[in-house]
């Protein structure tokens, strides 16, 4: 069993900066990509942003330059600093990776259960 756990939602004010961890816990050999992706109300979800193993990072535009992944390859951990924040970063944001159980298992991508994350005007 593999679980994504998640932790630094809240609520903050617009222009503060929220701390995003996911950390993987399991039957874990590899994992290749680890990123967030959130859902806004009315929205399907989508990519925030991913970074490789190799630290090879990617935005969506509309995070560029104010969230910065980072990632922890020996802890399996992953971290997204978000800084000035908009109401429209509101939304639940999910930790997600690509992983596999062992180097002879194929690659499958797991899901947290998502933190919440509210910008007020």
């Known amino acids: 069993q593999v679980q994504l756990a998640e932790s630094g939602g809240g609520l903050v004010q617009a222009g503060g900066s929220l701390r995003l961890s996911c950390a993987a816990s399991g039957s874990i050999s590899s994992i290749n990509v680890m990123g967030w992706y959130r859902q806004t109300p009315g929205n399907q979800r989508e990519l925030v942003s991913t970074i490789t193993s190799g630290g090879t990072t990617n935005y969506a535009d509309s995070v560029k330059a104010r969230f910065s992944i980072s990632r922890d390859n020996a802890k399996n951990q992953v971290a997204l600093q978000m800084n000035s924040l908009k109401p429209e970063d509101t939304g639940v944001y999910y930790c997600?990776?690509?992983?596999?159980?062992?180097?002879?298992?194929?690659?499958?991508?797991?899901w947290g259960q998502g933190t919440q994350v509210t910008v007020s005007s």
């Open positions: 997600n990776a690509a992983l596999r159980s062992s180097e002879d298992r194929p690659w499958y991508r797991y």
